[in-house]
Nanobody
Framework: QVQLVETGGGSVQAGGSLRLSCSAS????????MGWFRQVPGKEREGVAG????????DYRDSVKGRFTISHDNAKNTLYLQMNSLQPQDTAMYFC????????????????????????WGQGTQVTVSS
């Protein structure tokens, strides 16, 4: 059974760091987009960062550029999100997600615009940043 399992969430003070991991068990090793999304209660889920595993193409939402780093370890089939200089507005439930296999003209790593392409989701991990 294919599943995505996120770990690494927690509570930190503003300026702190966290590293989220997403283990993709049972997910075939195919070029695909994988991404991190977040959601605050009462608001729509938003794309944070995405990567296309075929080429390593990466995209971030503007508010996290320079602070967050997405990476993917093909050997471990694990997605990461290193979050530095965390701010209270980063507080949210963070979800890992993946698309099906993609080849050619891929843009799904742009998570702010192609969220509907993602059809496999983890259960989420809470990140809370206090001021």
């Amino acid at each position: 059974q294919v599943q995505l399992v996120e770990t690494g969430g927690g509570s930190v003070q503003a300026g702190g760091s966290l590293r989220l991991s997403c283990s993709a068990s049972g997910l075939p090793a195919r070029s695909r987009c994988m991404g991190w999304f977040r959601q605050v209660p009462g608001k729509e889920r938003e794309g944070v960062a995405g990567i296309y595993t075929g080429t390593g193409s990466i995209d971030y939402r503007d508010s996290v550029k320079g602070r967050f780093t997405i990476s993917h370890d093909n050997a471990k089939n694990t997605l990461y999100l290193q979050m530095n200089s965390l701010q209270p507005q980063d507080t949210a439930m963070y979800f890992c997600a993946a698309t099906g296999p993609r080849f050619g003209g891929v843009r799904c790593y742009q998570t702010t615009a192609f969220q509907e392409d993602y059809n496999l989701w983890g259960q989420g991990t809470q990140v809370t940043v206090s001021s």
